[in-house]
């Protein structure tokens, strides 16, 4: 952004014009923000592409199955044992059950919708435990293409209907997921948000020690995140846009960060220029027209990485990227102009009490970053090459780090009433009739499929098969949770069995299919995506900072503040927390994550480095760095931090581990990488850092222990 431009967007006059048309925006968007959560996708197919042989396996399945169905289990559980009067109304309830609306009516080829013990034997599995204390009833809803989000409901009417005196009632089956899901993520969009908030107006206030400034940060991230939402609203609603629960919480989490950060950049600037210029309007010209290229370069950098996800096999992971890009570019937009406009408007009283007057003294020269920098001075390679080899050390957690994916009752921080129904089940040697493999086969080949399923270690005896047009239809339950590993080694059991069949062309489906393909397309996607981005934020910084060496080095950093950030929080994960293990994405999203915003700290830090290396050199340029910047850095990384740990409010272990994952990655990188590695690296090569240019090619003296810079240089 020149400095016309800037002093435009903040005149005397243009700086109303910019406040009232965003206020204009605004309220056309509050509406249509509010709609986003109405548009989510959570239901799970809509997650895998369709190359996944779970997704092309449901599409032959639509004769049999209808895509919408929603297996659902309710599970009875009596310690002292079910009596013949339990007994007798569970039957009848099965019965009612039934008639409820929108459950799936029994049509020729499919199973009957209701399985209770009256007609368990019939079916060819039991309904009752052994030892005659559980039960269990399966019932199939048919609500639509959005019947997921009503789960909730039909399982409270599930409930209320059960009720058994001195009987536990638990709902579980993929209905019972859907509903806790829904559970899970309910309130998210009044929550969550309530929750950033706070954490970021608290350190805000800490930050600016104002009582007035952090309105202004705070309203500018309000209106970028409205905005977004209208927009991407409009994407799913008419362009076949994928939202769900997980990118709605993600793009609330990154809208407030990262327009925060950039606001904390931007104010630190313009209090810089108040203390040079008498005219508020001439400083934010100033402010706005050098730090505007590192805002730019940062939000290019976040969103092209984001958009990197299109590249993604999984369809969740694919949608997050253009929700996230939305998101990145609407906040640098809103906080080049909102905010500009807004501070200007309000004059220097904004920061009361601790007016920047002019011609005042900068107090970053004598705070803890300096005093880092003149320590730093002389010794930066054993400074460095120290700092590397204890980041070095923490990666190897990573060995610690278990993606193989969580079960069903790993998966939530809570206790829900899906997971300790499936619980009951397999301790008392039920299977979840609702958890099944789906084979699809060409017609003629049911003898073949079923000799091939009977026996197979995992698998119950398969129900009859049924045919259809020229497709055979063929399924039984498995004797696992759905999504552990002991599932997924069956259905890789099924698919060797069946695929083996000549002519069959089979294909295997089912619930504990889809996990399996998720993990198997998730590791795909941490292979190609992770290498893309770094390539894409590589050329992005040589564009930059016009070097090849500088931004190798600073990849080579990030990589490194991401493999020990990862390796610390798998420790933490395995030692503190208890977790059982990690989802396959969870690699991928941490990287997106910290990559892609650890390195706007490096982008903050070097421009700056860049600007004063014309005036003073490398090796000081890199010290005025780190002391004008480094309070506003540190801030901004613990802002991001802490809103990145919010996500665990939502009883989620990948959203959890994901929160703590990225909070620390950023910590790392603001008080480690950033402050001491890089700028130590810095200090030790030099004008080299930036080769092949010829920014500077003077061997100029190392900056002494005990020296004292000039923040800044003249207007």
């Known amino acids: 952004?020149?400095?016309?431009?800037?002093?435009?967007?903040?005149?005397?006059?243009?700086?109303?014009?910019?406040?009232?048309?965003?206020?204009?925006?605004?309220?056309?968007?509050?509406?249509?923000?509010?709609?986003?959560?109405?548009?989510?996708?959570?239901?799970?197919?809509?997650?895998?592409?369709?190359?996944?042989?779970?997704?092309?396996?449901?599409?032959?399945?639509?004769?049999?199955?209808?895509?919408?169905?929603?297996?659902?289990?309710?599970?009875?559980?009596?310690?002292?044992?079910?009596?013949?009067?339990?007994?007798?109304?569970?039957?009848?309830?099965?019965?009612e059950f039934a008639t409820m609306d929108g459950v799936a009516a029994p049509t020729e080829g499919r199973a009957p919708p209701v399985v209770s013990p009256a007609t368990a034997e019939q079916l060819g599995f039991p309904a009752l435990s052994q030892d005659g204390r559980v039960a269990q009833t399966s019932i199939t809803f048919d609500l639509g293409a959005e019947g997921w989000n009503e789960m909730p409901g039909i399982a409270d009417e599930l409930r209320a209907t059960a009720a058994i005196d001195g009987v536990e009632v638990y709902v579980a089956g993929a209905g019972g997921q859907a509903a806790d899901a829904a559970e899970a993520f309910g309130g998210i969009d009044t929550t969550l948000l309530a929750a950033t908030l706070g954490v970021v107006i608290l350190i805000l206030l800490l930050t600016y020690r104002s009582p007035v400034l952090w309105i202004l940060p705070i309203l500018s991230a309000?209106?970028?995140?409205?905005?977004?939402?209208?927009?991407?609203?409009?994407?799913?609603?008419?362009?076949?846009?994928?939202?769900?629960?997980?990118?709605?919480?993600?793009?609330?989490?990154?809208?407030?960060?990262?327009?925060?950060?950039?606001?904390?950049?931007?104010?630190?600037?313009?209090?810089?220029?108040?203390?040079?210029?008498?005219?508020?309007?001439e400083a934010m010209a100033f402010a706005l027209h050098r730090a505007a290229p590192a805002l730019l370069a940062s939000a290019a950098t976040v969103a092209l990485g984001m958009l990197c996800l299109l590249f993604a096999e999984m369809n969740s992971t694919a949608g997050l990227g253009p929700v996230a890009a939305i998101g990145i570019t609407v906040t640098f937009v809103v906080m080049v102009t909102l905010l500009p406009a807004l501070l200007v408007i309000t004059g220097r009283w904004i920061f009361w009490p601790r007016r920047p007057g002019f011609g005042s003294a900068e107090p970053t020269q004598t705070g803890v970053w300096a005093?880092?920098?003149?320590?730093?001075?002389?010794?930066?390679?054993?400074?460095?090459?120290?700092?590397?080899?204890?980041?070095?050390?923490?990666?190897?957690?990573?060995?610690?780090?278990?993606?193989?994916?969580?079960?069903?009752?790993?998966?939530?921080?809570?206790?829900?009433?899906?997971?300790?129904?499936?619980?009951?089940?397999?301790?008392?040697?039920?299977?979840?009739?609702?958890?099944?493999?789906m084979v699809v086969a060409q017609a003629g080949t049911d003898v073949a499929v079923t000799e091939a399923l009977t026996g197979l270690e995992g698998v119950e005896p398969p129900k009859p098969a049924v045919t259809a047009g020229d497709v055979t239809f063929v399924e039984a339950a498995i004797d696992a949770d759905p999504a552990s590993p002991t599932a997924f080694a069956t259905v890789e059991r099924v698919r060797g069995a069946v695929h083996d069949l000549d002519g069959a062309d089979a294909l295997v489906g089912g619930s504990s299919a889809f996990f399996l393909d998720t993990r198997d397309a998730a590791n795909r996607d941490n292979l190609v995506i992770i290498p893309v981005i770094l390539l894409l934020v590589l050329l992005i910084l040589m564009i930059l900072l016009r070097s090849v060496l500088a931004p190798v080095?600073?990849?080579?950093?990030?990589?490194?503040?991401?493999?020990?950030?990862?390796?610390?929080?798998?420790?933490?994960?395995?030692?503190?927390?208890?977790?059982?293990?990690?989802?396959?994405?969870?690699?991928?999203?941490?990287?997106?994550?910290?990559?892609?915003?650890?390195?706007?700290?490096?982008?903050?830090?070097?421009?700056?480095?860049?600007?004063?290396?014309?005036?003073?050199?490398?090796?000081?340029?890199?010290?005025?760095?780190?002391?004008?910047?480094?309070?506003?850095?540190?801030?901004?990384?613990?802002?991001?931090?802490?809103?990145?740990?919010?996500?665990?409010?939502?009883?989620?272990?990948?959203?959890?581990?994901?929160?703590?994952?990225?909070?620390?990655?950023?910590?790392?990188?603001?008080?480690?990488?950033?402050?001491?590695?890089?700028?130590?690296?810095?200090?030790?090569?030099?004008?080299?850092?930036?080769?092949?240019?010829?920014?500077?090619?003077?061997?100029?003296?190392?900056?002494?222990?005990?020296?004292?810079?000039?923040?800044?240089?003249?207007?």
């Open 1 to 95: 952004m020149n400095r016309g431009l800037a002093g435009i967007l903040t005149g005397r006059v243009t700086k109303w014009l910019v406040v009232v048309a965003w206020l204009v925006v605004m309220a056309g968007s509050a509406g249509f923000a509010a709609k986003l959560a109405d548009v989510q996708n959570n239901e799970a197919s809509s997650w895998l592409p369709e190359s996944a042989e779970s997704t092309r396996a449901l599409e032959r399945l639509e004769p049999f199955q209808d895509p919408n169905a929603i297996p659902t289990v309710v599970v009875y559980e009596r310690g002292a044992g079910l009596t013949q009067s339990d007994l007798a109304a569970i039957e009848d309830q099965a019965a």
């Open 553 to 715: 080095i600073l990849i080579v950093t990030v990589v490194l503040s991401f493999g020990a950030a990862l390796g610390i929080s798998a420790m933490l994960f395995e030692y503190v927390f208890g977790f059982a293990g990690s989802d396959p994405g969870f690699p991928l999203f941490a990287f997106v994550f910290l990559v892609a915003l650890g390195i706007d700290y490096n982008i903050f830090l070097m421009t700056r480095v860049r600007e004063e290396t014309r005036h003073s050199g490398t090796r000081t340029g890199a010290l005025v760095a780190l002391t004008s910047t480094g309070g506003v850095i540190t801030s901004a990384g613990l802002v991001l931090a802490a809103t990145f740990l919010v996500l665990g409010t939502i009883p989620v272990v990948f959203l959890a581990q994901l929160g703590v994952a990225v909070a620390l990655g950023v910590i790392l990188d603001t008080m480690i990488v950033r402050s001491v590695l890089v700028t130590a690296i810095n200090m030790d090569l030099g004008g080299r850092i930036w080769w092949p240019s010829r920014l500077d090619t003077e061997d100029r003296v190392p900056v002494p222990e005990d020296a004292t810079v000039s923040v800044g240089h003249a207007s």
């Open 222 to 281: 309000v209106v970028a995140l409205f905005v977004s939402q209208a927009l991407i609203y409009f994407l799913a609603r008419d362009a076949g846009l994928t939202v769900n629960g997980q990118s709605y919480a993600i793009l609330t989490i990154l809208v407030i960060g990262a327009g925060t950060d950039y606001a904390l950049l931007l104010v630190a600037r313009y209090r810089e220029e108040l203390r040079r210029h008498a005219d508020r309007h």
């Open 371 to 437: 005093r880092v920098g003149r320590w730093i001075a002389p010794r930066p390679r054993q400074v460095w090459v120290v700092t590397s080899v204890l980041l070095a050390i923490a990666c190897l957690g990573l060995l610690r780090l278990d993606t193989n994916g969580l079960s069903t009752a790993h998966s939530y921080t809570e206790e829900f009433q899906s997971v300790t129904g499936q619980q009951v089940l397999v301790d008392a040697g039920l299977v979840d009739q609702s958890n099944t493999v």
